[in-house]
């Protein structure tokens, strides 16, 4: 005879946890983001991007800075400035403030790859927002904004 007790409650199972649709929904939009950059021939990673964008809307950072925005470990961070400077999208520049750190500027190529991207890149983030009107997208903002502070 099975246990009742033990049994899974539809509200415990894995597919309603919170953080479980967020890991889908993650999957799902690298998916989407990643394909994006391949059919637009950019010859960068999803993660190339996303660090690239962020030197971008910085007008410089460092590469602490890097990694702290974008949850990539420094090794990560290093390799992933080393291929985009080899591509030459960025190029580091010693900081005259501490001549122990690079500061990281995106270049003209750079600049321009963005630009050819952007309007396709609106275009899929506005995909996982259909149906949401400004007062849910600001109020999810603010959700995922709390999360974030709660488990930091």
């Known amino acids: 005879m099975i246990s009742t007790e033990n049994k899974i409650k539809p509200d415990d199972s894995i597919e309603n946890l919170f953080i479980f649709q967020m890991e889908q929904f993650v999957r799902a939009y690298r998916k989407i983001a990643t394909n994006n950059l391949k059919d637009h021939d950019a010859g960068i990673s999803l993660d190339e991007w996303v660090v690239l964008k962020r030197i971008s809307e910085a007008g410089g950072c460092s590469q602490t800075e890097l990694s702290e925005f974008t949850v990539k470990g420094p090794a990560k961070m290093t390799r992933t400035l080393d291929l985009l400077q080899k591509k030459e999208l960025v190029e580091k520049h010693q900081d005259p403030e501490d001549r122990r750190r690079y500061m990281v500027f ?13 309007p396709s890149v609106k275009q899929y983030r506005q995909r996982a927002l259909a149906g949401f009107d400004e007062k849910e997208r600001k109020q999810l903002n603010a959700f995922l904004n709390r999360m974030i502070r709660n488990v930091s």
Request: proline share 0%; net charge positive.
């Open 106 to 118: 995106v270049t003209e190529a750079g600049s321009v790859l963005i630009k050819k991207l952007m």
